[in-house]
């Protein structure tokens, strides 16, 4: 596995990477369509300083809560 | 072309990429940053520092990311910092629990097994100081105060030394159905009687209008202990300052038992239940 890990710091390249944006709320929008928020797969929208990552699967798009966190590792486990 | 071929071509200067991705050909670590202090200095990680570059390596790095990550051959995944620390602790913390969640797995509802590996987590963390509040909150956020209450007996250990005895002594009973378990085990983490736990929310007025309504709550149903629980220093002085109390000591039938160290404490008092007026008359004639 490819792992990616970035620094809060270089979160906006991150996102600038995958043509995402902040809107003035503060959440991951569609860099193309900012009235379009991005949604974890809980269909959660997802604040900028709730951003912990991005896994494959289209773009899944993590919270860094820690169930949201206890997911990624299940999900990690599953795909071995 | 791979993601270590594209790495080089961008960053000609990357020339240790090849080496720790030869050594480490399962998993391979990138850090970016954007600062001149990387935080994680382990030596089988690429390190990428933005600020180093020009923004048209940049503008190709981002696009590599992105192809690499749309490339079917390639497990990928992008996390920041403190989340992958929380990932890869949680994986050997919870080695460490299985025991303890293997016995609650088809005993508590669903969504409490959940808040429970977390809180599990939790407890072994602040066992090592580390800091929790904000994971606590975390939890609370999603599952509200029902977290909370798991969190602070699965910390002060009542997970194992009281819920999970309670259902090996109920289970012996023949008429035990599982209901039963899950309706004491529900009176516990809705209300756990006979614990309180002192947060920095609290005042001290707080504290002591807990614990004295927890013991009348005890005394009516035959029990006659409580056990407080504080973490940090201005919880602990609350604490002791409720010990003192005359309004408290009147109710207590011995000196509380205290265990503290330098950030908890732990004072199990002991009281007298009320006892039925008819034994008074009986002992009293």
């Known amino acids: 596995m490819i792992k990616i890990i970035f620094e809060k710091d270089a979160s906006d390249f991150i996102l600038d990477s995958f043509e995402k944006s902040i809107d003035e709320e503060g959440y991951i929008v569609e860099k193309n369509d900012i009235g379009q928020r991005v949604l974890t797969n809980n269909a959660e929208e997802i604040k900028i300083e709730e951003f912990a990552g991005i896994r494959k699967g289209s773009e899944i798009f993590i919270k860094s809560d820690l169930s949201s966190l206890i997911q990624l590792c299940d999900d990690l486990a599953a795909r071995g | 072309m791979s993601l270590l071929d594209g790495l080089i071509k961008i960053f000609p200067g990357l020339k240790k990429a090849r080496a720790v991705f030869k050594s480490f050909s399962d998993n391979k670590t990138i850090v970016i940053n954007n600062n001149n202090t990387n935080n994680i200095k382990a030596k089988n990680v690429v390190n990428i520092n933005l600020k180093e570059y020009s923004p048209e390596q940049i503008e190709s790095l981002s696009k590599l990311i992105k192809k690499t990550f749309n490339d079917d051959r390639e497990e990928v995944l992008l996390i920041d910092e403190k989340s992958e620390e929380i990932v890869t602790s ?3 913390k919870e080695h460490q629990n299985k025991d303890t969640l293997e016995f609650f797995r ?55 030394s009281l819920i999970k005895p309670l259902y090996e002594e109920l289970s012996q009973s023949d ?80 000196s509380p038992e205290i265990e503290s160290g330098q950030n908890f404490i732990t004072v199990r008092i002991l009281f007298v239940p009320i006892v039925p007026s008819n034994t008074l008359t009986n002992k009293n004639p």
Do not use: W
């Not at chain 2, 606590?136 to 509200?144: A, E, N, P």
């Open chain 2, 106 to 160: 088809d005993k508590l509802p669903k969504e409490d097994l959940i808040i429970l590996r977390a809180a599990l987590f939790i407890k072994a963390l602040h066992e090592e100081n580390k800091p929790v509040g904000h994971l606590k909150y975390s939890l609370v956020g999603r599952y509200g105060q029902r977290a909370g209450n798991i969190t602070n007996l699965c910390t002060a250990g009542y997970y194992e």
């Open chain 2, 90 to 92: 949680f994986g050997q």
């Open chain 2, 175 to 254: 008429t035990f159905t599982h209901q039963s378990f899950l309706d004491k085990y529900e009176v516990i983490v809705a209300q756990y009687p006979f614990a309180v736990f002192v947060n920095h929310m609290m005042s001290v007025q707080d504290v002591k209008n807990t614990i004295l309504s927890k013991i009348e709550l005890n005394k009516k149903y035959g029990v006659k202990f409580l056990t407080i629980h504080g973490i940090g220093f201005e919880n602990l002085e609350k604490i002791k300052e409720v010990l003192n109390d005359n309004e408290l000591l009147k109710e207590l039938a011995q």
